[in-house]
């Protein structure tokens, strides 16, 4: 994934390090060899993450993390302290400072990018969700306090699954005193009550003796109702093929033991936080279905939100640097499915048009019916060519069954499809829109039912 780190620590040798582990994993890296280098850093760049070491000179990690949680510009940005120390008592002056997470020295490769992957998704949530609650604002949708609960860090509902007894009983007596904690020793009887009822995380052990905990997550992650849940392993030390096997599977977080109660804390606490902001932007999208935001006929967002929406994206995206691109389909030949057919077999062929367009954009993306048999999709943090591919992808969907008008008459129907993206400073939505509106007709002058993303 593509995140900016800030990484400040007054020995160059550390920055170097790290930077070279982070730069490998594909991240933008920023330095810092101070806390007020940072604090300057931070207030003209965009930053994802910040790794801060704990012991420097002047101004200490401490109150840098302090001074970073205390702005309104910066207190949603996640911190992970970097420390030699090893003390309890070093973790609890962090969190009391505002940290989300630590790193002890010499930093693990596994726990650096799992760690920074976690808080920089996080981070990525969170500015969606703050997006679109300010579109909503915008549009006069009325809060009914979604957003402050997501923003909130009140206690959540957490499983744990492990069949060693004192165990389990010594992680219910760290998580009971800010969460609702339950145990399970019997992994099929913790995946029943997790279909059964709403918890925010779950904590699964692989050192179980009659049950293999990665089943168990894996089975979490097959099921629809469970699917979003956040999951943290423990992990006995020297048992990194496991650890792997678990981060490839989607696992979103882990701890070796022994287990350090503070560190525990910490990466629940993050893990809910981030359910949270997931749960509020899918129950955002739900509940903006019932406002006047959304087309009747296709459930898809309709124009007037569009627009709404498209100014705080491209607003966004200018002053992030993040691409942005657009993707304009229009229905090749609507009007003779109308003549032969009727204005109810259109609307069939609208509606399942609208069905197929959502099955191929991601969640992030915005989809909306335009108007008539035109439709747009604006797709944030996606450059031309990744564009093209949805395009082409969707394209072929469209064109590869036939779209039934009742159970015995089905017809071919096709689309052209034109792509804009975000090129210059001093571009706006009507600007985007036009480059993806000319590629569309360049498409149709082409022979129609294909992608075009150069309308020269």
């Known amino acids: 994934m593509t995140a900016r780190v800030l990484v400040v620590d007054d020995i160059l040798a550390n920055v170097r390090l790290l930077e070279a582990r982070l730069q490998a994993e594909y991240f933008e890296v920023l330095s810092a060899y101070s806390g007020s280098e940072a604090l300057d850093i931070l207030s003209r760049e965009r930053v994802d993450v910040v790794l801060l070491d704990v012991m420097m000179p002047g101004m200490d990690g401490f109150e840098v993390c302090r001074r970073i949680k205390s702005s309104v510009a910066t207190h949603h940005l996640p911190v992970v302290m970097v420390t030699a120390l090893d003390q309890p008592s070093d973790k609890v002056q962090g969190l009391e400072s505002g940290a989300d997470d630590f790193l002890t020295k010499p930093v693990d490769d596994i726990a650096l990018i799992t760690r920074v992957k976690n808080l920089a998704r996080l981070k990525m949530l969170n500015d969606e969700m703050m997006m679109r609650a300010t579109t909503g604002k915008d549009m006069g949708i009325p809060d009914d306090g979604a957003f402050a609960r997501a923003l909130s860090g009140r206690s959540g509902r957490v499983l744990v699954v492990d069949d060693h007894p004192r165990s389990a009983a010594r992680l219910l007596e760290v998580l009971s005193k800010t969460n609702d904690a339950f ?161 109810d077999a259109g609307d069939t062929v609208l509606r399942e048009f609208a069905n197929r367009i959502k099955r191929n954009t991601r969640g992030i993306d915005l989809a909306c019916r335009l108007g008539g048999e035109e439709f747009v999709i604006i797709m944030p943090d996606t450059e031309m060519a990744r564009a093209y591919q949805v395009g082409e992808r969707l394209r072929a969907c469209i064109a590869a069954d036939n779209f039934m008008l009742n159970p015995q008459l ?33 498409a149709k002058r082409r022979g129609r039912n294909r992608v075009v993303a150069d309308a020269a």
Request: aromatic share 4%; net charge neutral; proline share 2%.
């Open 410 to 442: 089905g017809i071919r129907v096709t689309a052209s499809i034109g792509l804009g993206t975000l090129e210059h400073s001093d571009d706006t939505p009507e600007t985007i829109f036009k480059r993806a509106d000319m590629a569309l007709y360049a």
């Open 183 to 343: 145990a399970e020793r019997d992994s099929q009887t913790a995946l029943i009550k997790l279909t059964e009822h709403n918890f925010d995380l779950l904590v699964v052990s692989l050192s179980m003796q009659n049950a293999d905990g990665l089943r168990l997550c894996s089975q979490v992650r097959s099921l629809e109702r469970t699917r979003h849940l956040p999951i943290i392993i423990l992990v006995e030390p020297g048992d990194e093929a496991r650890l792997m096997c678990g981060l490839d599977m989607g696992i979103n977080d882990y701890l070796m033991r022994p287990i350090d109660r503070h560190e525990l804390l910490a990466r629940v606490k993050t893990q809910i936080k981030r359910k949270r902001h997931s749960d509020f932007l899918r129950h955002r999208l739900a509940e903006s279905v019932e406002m006047s935001i959304t087309d009747a006929l296709t459930g898809l967002h309709n124009r007037r939100y569009m627009e709404g929406h498209l100014k705080t994206l491209v607003s966004d995206s200018l002053r992030t640097g993040r691409s942005l691109s657009m993707l304009v389909a229009d229905i090749d030949h609507f009007k003779v499915v109308n003549d032969t057919h009727g204005h």
